[in-house]
């Protein structure tokens, strides 16, 4: 494969363009790219053992680049070769070709050997990188001299074409390590560019054509033909729009071909070369070109495209200070030149298997004796790649937390920023190597976009996303406190309660007495740790019953939270008498919550009146429910309220003997029974309930066999 630059300083070579050979393997295969703006930037590596010019640069199949050729100070023909070793940067000897091959065309063999194709006569040598040492094949079946193109056939056979004066072909089979010849090209070419197409075809275009004796030397020509290798014809297709030798090519991921600089050599009138900075696009489908944008500037004696990791395209020197461009094939546009470390003329390059580019064996751009030894790396800037942040849903007030990572083949140091999505704005994000940390607290409900921005140190940035969704947190109010749960009509008590939120909102709160009346509470919002308070408040009673109080607290979202307290007792000591119920009656089933389905007899009996303002029990209050094993008697009274021939009664004792538990007693007159009884140390868990889920002030039914006597 054709890779070097051509220099325009030597007079004896200027009028003699180089050329390029594309294989279908250099190119990616469509999809697996993603095109970028470049540029690059050219690094200093490793020296050549020996200085020279005109070189040609192969990379091996174990990633190493093989130098061979050119022409050393004093335009000595040179026979030495050396290695390139990516790993290390560093130039090794290998062993001597067994003739001197100034301008040497190369390519690479599917068994990893390289052949070489000499400048005049018949010349051809093979490389083994398995032994370092050189060997001759066959002789080409016709002379091929400077200009000419080697290209790797899918068989493993190489077309080698034109050179010079020349329109003859040969096939070098490795197999049998022999040539024969190959045809006519329909066209005199060197300098020419030789592309593999992906239909196994072998795109031949431009060059120079034929001196014919003329001494004003040979016209570049814009035709091109095909060559099939199926049946060894060469057809004509298309003509190139702009007549070119010495140009740049390369194979497009979508199959076209593009073709960028070159000369029209008008010596044949002026003596001189005239680069240009056009550039076509082949397409195989149809036959034709179509011109894509100029180059910034005009080049010629090139060597291939080189295709980067970015997927854009690579043309290197041809012009008179050492630049290179890059090529999007999205926009069909070339980025601003680039210039390298070194001005350098008629160097090779090769393509690394890493993506970065060789440049060496090359002049300083002001004399064609000044050789240099020096060698530089281009390294298309790959962006960093942030891989995937780990999103979350969390409630507000709660803090998201995720480690990540990123990954960047070519640079050593980094920035990076964190947007949260939340209108606390970019944040600098503190970097451990390629490793990051996120942390940060939500406030508010919602569904936010975290995005994270790593800047490597050559300005090319990537960037990584999550969401983390925020659920709304209501408000949590607690216990409340009463100031007086049995409490004469007409007076007053007070009740109370603190509230956590764990967001910082704004609050409302709202007293619902159980007597029908409600009133607005006194809010003290959360502060740090401190949770917010409700009240105290005040409230009386004016008619005697049983009273449940609810607080319901809001937030600024609208979202609501209640608690509630069970219960005060309003009595009218003037108006309230005797209370008294007892036999028995059956327990309905749901009643006993251990084992709803259980029923049965349940023996029961209390007697209790007023005395002044204290409910005093003639009889207290025992209940048995056999089949439950359950057996309660009370140990004290809270309260006893009449009202519309109706009783409630309240107050704690024991079950079995044992612990603590409320019970309520409601019964009316001549009617019906209803008891509660609730564990205060689990919530108030209702353990019995003969009207469960019913509220205190619910009329009891369940009949009995007894009395109850209200008055």
Request: aromatic share 8%; proline share 6%.
């Amino acid at each position: 494969m054709r890779r070097f630059l051509r220099s325009t300083l030597s007079l004896t070579l200027a009028m003699l363009v180089m050329t390029v050979t594309i294989l279908a393997s250099d190119i990616i295969s469509p999809g697996s790219i993603a095109h970028a703006s470049g540029n690059g930037t050219w690094h200093s590596t490793g020296s050549l053992l020996i200085p020279r010019i005109n070189a040609q640069a192969i990379t091996l199949q174990n990633g190493n680049v093989l130098l061979m050729g050119g022409h050393t100070p004093g335009d000595v023909n040179d026979n030495e070769s050396e290695i390139y070793d990516p790993a290390t940067g560093t130039w090794h000897a290998t062993g001597t070709m067994p003739d001197s091959i100034p301008d040497p065309t190369a390519v690479l063999l599917q068994n990893g050997k390289v052949l070489v194709v000499g400048y005049y006569f018949n010349d051809t040598e093979l490389y083994d990188p398995g032994t370092g040492t050189w060997s001759h094949p066959s002789y080409t079946a016709n002379s091929h001299a400077i200009g000419s193109t080697a290209t790797l056939l899918p068989s493993g056979k190489v077309l080698v074409a034109g050179g010079g004066d020349a329109n003859q072909t040969d096939i070098y089979d490795p197999s049998t390590n022999h040539f024969s010849f190959g045809g006519n090209m329909t066209t005199y070419r060197g300098g020419h560019i030789a592309v593999l197409l992906q239909n196994g075809k072998v795109l031949l275009a431009g060059g120079n054509g034929c001196t014919c004796g003329d001494s004003r030397g040979a016209e570049t020509t814009a035709t091109a033909e095909l060559y099939d290798p199926s049946n060894g014809s060469f057809t004509p297709t298309g003509s190139m729009s702009v007549p070119r030798s010495g140009a740049a090519a390369a194979l497009l991921s979508d199959g076209r071909v593009l073709v960028a600089g070159g000369s029209l050599n008008p010596a044949r009138y002026t003596g001189s070369l005239d680069p240009t900075t056009t550039a076509e696009i082949y397409d195989p489908t149809t036959g034709t070109w179509s011109m894509t944008g100029n180059l910034h500037t005009s080049r010629s004696g090139l060597g291939p495209l080189r295709l980067l990791p970015n997927g854009n395209l690579l043309i290197i020197g041809g012009d008179s200070s050492g630049t290179s461009e890059e090529y999007n094939p999205a926009s069909g546009t070339w980025s601003t030149p680039v210039s390298f470390l070194q001005p350098q003329c008629s160097g090779a390059t090769a393509l690394l298997t890493d993506g970065r580019v060789l440049l060496a064996a090359g002049n300083d751009c002001t004399s064609s004796g000044n050789n240099l030894v020096t060698s530089e790396l281009y390294v298309n800037n790959v962006p960093p790649v942030v891989n995937p942040i780990p999103g979350a849903t969390i409630n507000e007030g709660a803090t998201y937390s995720a480690p990540s990572t990123f990954t960047d083949t070519d640079s050593t140091s980094w920035t990076a920023t964190v947007d949260y999505g939340d209108g606390s704005g970019v944040q600098p994000l503190p970097l451990s190597g390629m490793n990051f940390s996120l942390s940060h607290q939500y406030t508010d409900e919602g569904a936010y976009t975290v995005t994270v921005t790593v800047t490597d140190d050559q300005g090319a940035t990537g960037t990584g996303t999550a969401t983390v969704t925020v659920n709304e947190v209501t408000p949590a109010p607690g216990a409340i406190t009463v100031s007086n749960p049995v409490v004469q009509i007409n007076n007053s008590i007070t009740a109370s309660a603190t509230f956590i939120d764990p967001v910082v909102d704004t609050h409302i709160a709202t007293w619902n007495w159980g007597d029908g009346s409600t009133s607005n509470g006194t809010v003290t919002e959360p502060s740090g740790s401190n949770p917010g308070s409700v009240g105290p408040d005040s409230h009386a009673y004016t008619t005697a019953g049983v009273y449940i109080i609810t607080l319901k607290v809001q937030d600024d979202d609208g979202v609501s939270n209640t608690s509630t307290y069970q219960y005060v007792s309003a009595y009218n000591p003037t108006a309230q008498g005797l209370f008294t119920a007892g036999q028995k009656y059956t327990s309905p089933a749901g009643a006993y919550l251990q084992t709803p389905g259980l029923t049965g007899t349940v023996m029961f009996g209390l007697s209790y009146r007023y005395q002044g303002t204290v409910p005093t029990g003639d009889r207290q209050f025992i209940m048995n429910f056999k089949a439950a094993n359950l057996s309660f008697s009370a140990t004290s009274v809270s309260a006893l309220v009449i009202s519309n021939s109706m009783a409630t009664l309240t107050g704690t004792g024991t079950i079995n003997g044992s612990g603590t538990y409320n019970f309520l007693v409601t019964g009316v007159n001549g009617g019906g029974i209803r008891i509660q009884i609730t564990d205060p140390t689990n919530n108030n868990k209702v353990i019995y309930d003969t009207q469960p889920g019913n509220p205190a002030t619910a009329t009891p039914t369940t009949s009995v066999t007894g009395n109850v006597i209200v008055h």
